[in-house]
């Protein structure tokens, strides 16, 4: 009798599509949070081939800060596009407006952690009982203590100590009025697997993952793109180099890597020799050793 093999980028997928058909069977409202960045694109990927030949059949969120990449809106739009799919947008500058946060001060501003409230507004405003996002356990240690189905409670906050079992891929999504869940279909996944799967389905990507020449500033140990919102100090000097970016935010805070990988296969073959964190480049994770526990303790992504 001849024998069925799965190999590894098969395993992660077909893991991360029962994710998904599991979240669908749970819950009454579902959305995937997308950012434009690639974990989101391949999880809005592996939600086509979850639910195919039917649509996806929840719509996407994206929390608009208003100092995106153009590229990544763009990205967005076409994706959205492409897709027919409900495009649910929560704006950081309404929430700014309506004097439900405050903006930063300083050359280190940055809209990051402002984004937990117009997420949560945007959750509440549109009764979401499960945000599906794409974070990994790899990328940083808060995103490590994650289960598939991480629970939080009322406010919208996440306990670390007090989230479900998941013995034998069991998942519980019973929650109370008000509570939400968020589920993390590639939590398993690499980085080097995203890019060895991106390159494997000919995923489309923003440009902005491949080396380019851009104008930037050496800021806390990174390339920071030049841009309206860069508040410069007397010493810092703008110059024009070749990078790409290993992941992408806002981009006052998104910082880039000098690179010739202009392929997905230079990139694979780039990220198969680093040895640093792909958000080592993000300043927002810099402010403290804890920076991302306490955001999503508040309600982050």
């Not at 974990?39 to 800060?65: E, G, N, Q, R, W």
């Not at 999504?173 to 390159?199: C, L, Q």
């Not at 780039?270 to 810099?286: F, I």
């Amino acid at each position: 009798m001849s024998k069925y093999y799965l190999n590894y980028l098969d395993e992660l997928e077909s893991e991360a599509i029962f994710v998904l058909r599991e979240v669908w069977a749970q819950f009454e409202n579902p959305v995937i949070l997308f950012s434009g960045g690639k974990d989101s694109i391949l999880v809005t990927h592996l939600a086509k081939k979850a639910f195919y030949p039917a649509k996806i059949p929840f719509p996407l969120m994206h929390v608009d800060t208003g100092h995106n990449f153009p590229e990544t809106i763009e990205f967005r739009d076409n994706i959205i596009k492409e897709l027919g799919a409900q495009l649910i947008v929560g704006s950081v500058q309404e929430s700014i407006d309506e004097g439900r946060v405050a903006e930063e001060k300083g050359k280190n501003a940055t809209r990051n952690a402002l984004q937990i409230t117009t997420l949560l507004d945007a959750i509440e405003a549109n009764k979401i009982d499960c945000a599906i996002g794409g974070g990994r356990r790899d990328e940083e240690k808060a995103r490590a203590k994650e289960r598939f189905f991480s629970h939080r409670d009322d406010f919208g906050q996440w306990d670390p100590k007090n989230q479900r079992p998941e013995l034998w891929n069991i998942f519980n999504g019973k929650h109370f009025e008000g509570e939400h869940f968020r589920a993390f279909p590639i939590s398993n996944w690499t980085e080097m697997d995203v890019w060895n799967y991106i390159k494997r389905e000919n995923i489309a990507i923003p440009s902005l993952y491949f080396a380019h020449e851009r104008e930037v500033v050496w800021r806390q140990d990174s390339w920071i793109p030049n841009s309206e919102f860069l508040v410069l100090e007397d010493h810092e000097e703008i110059v024009t180099k070749k990078i790409r970016f290993r992941t992408l935010g806002d981009i006052t805070i998104t910082g880039g890597v000098e690179s010739n990988a202009d392929t997905l296969e230079k990139i694979a073959a780039e990220v198969a020799g680093m040895r640093n964190t792909e958000r080592g480049n993000r300043s927002d994770d810099k402010r403290s050793e804890s920076a991302m526990e306490d955001r999503k303790r508040q309600g982050y992504f």
